[in-house]
């Protein structure tokens, strides 16, 4: 199994365009999380799904991001329109819950910078 | 409410010197808790998790109720062990998502 896959693995572009990140999680996988990693923050779950269902989106900072997960196999993160405040490592990490916390499979990541 | 505070952001320790990073957790019920490690420009990766009880790479953690605690050691630290360190709690049953704390960043002087 490759892992969790993420693209692309760097972004680099404009204030106000549109930025969407991309996850495939590891097969077999029914929760799916993304985060945000920053120096100051640190890592900061901001939405989870189970069973491609939005559980937990109380970490999405604004109205200006957004998640879908169509199937088991794909999500996305978008932010439209971005700002240089976005700019952070966003994480997809999957797992396989079922009767408790289970470890989380992190991807590579996506280094992402609003100019 | 639930929390996760790692106090130190940087840890210098030389090579061969005893290593704890601390960890200090709030939660009303029994937790899962677990370490991770991020090496330089990799992806997160599980370290170990207090219901193992195991030692993964010469570290260990106990998991301290009492003091609401799980603190990750290793008697002699080796440079390769030169990384980001973070502390996740997790809940109850059907509630899957993680609390990270801050991290560590652990530096292991030659």
């Known amino acids: 199994d490759a892992g969790v896959i993420q693209s692309p693995r760097h972004e680099v572009t404009e204030m106000g365009q549109e930025v969407t990140l991309r996850c495939k999680p590891i097969?077999?996988?029914?929760?799916l999380f993304w985060y945000r990693q920053t120096m100051m923050r640190g890592l900061e779950l901001l939405i989870y799904?189970?069973?491609?269902?939005?559980?937990?989106d109380s970490g999405m900072p604004e109205d200006r991001f957004s998640a879908k997960m169509p199937n088991a196999s794909f999500s996305t993160l978008k932010i439209q329109p971005s700002e240089p405040r976005d700019s952070a490592v966003y994480f997809c990490?999957?797992?396989?819950?079922?009767?408790?916390?289970?470890?989380?499979?992190f991807g590579d990541g996506t280094r992402l910078s609003i100019l | 409410a639930q929390r996760v505070t790692q106090p130190e952001k940087l840890l210098s320790v030389f090579k061969g010197a005893p290593v704890e990073l601390k960890c200090n957790y709030s939660?009303?019920?029994?937790?899962?808790l677990f370490w991770y490690v991020q090496y330089s420009r990799q992806r997160l990766q599980l370290l170990l998790r207090?219901?193992s009880r195991e030692s993964i790479k010469g570290f260990t953690a106990d998991l301290n109720k009492g003091e609401t605690s799980f603190h990750l050691k290793k008697p002699f630290a080796q440079e390769e062990d030169s990384a980001m360190y973070y502390c996740?709690?997790?809940?109850?049953?059907?509630?899957?998502?993680?609390?990270f704390g801050t991290g560590t960043r652990l530096k292991v002087l030659a």
């Open positions: 990490a999957s797992s396989f819950s079922a009767g408790g916390p289970q470890p989380q499979h």
């Open positions: 097969s077999g996988h029914n929760s």
């Open positions: 799904f189970n069973n491609n269902v939005p559980i937990d």
């Open positions: 939660y009303s019920g029994s937790p899962e």
């Open positions: 207090h219901i």
């Open positions: 996740a709690l997790s809940g109850a049953s059907g509630t899957y998502k993680y609390i």
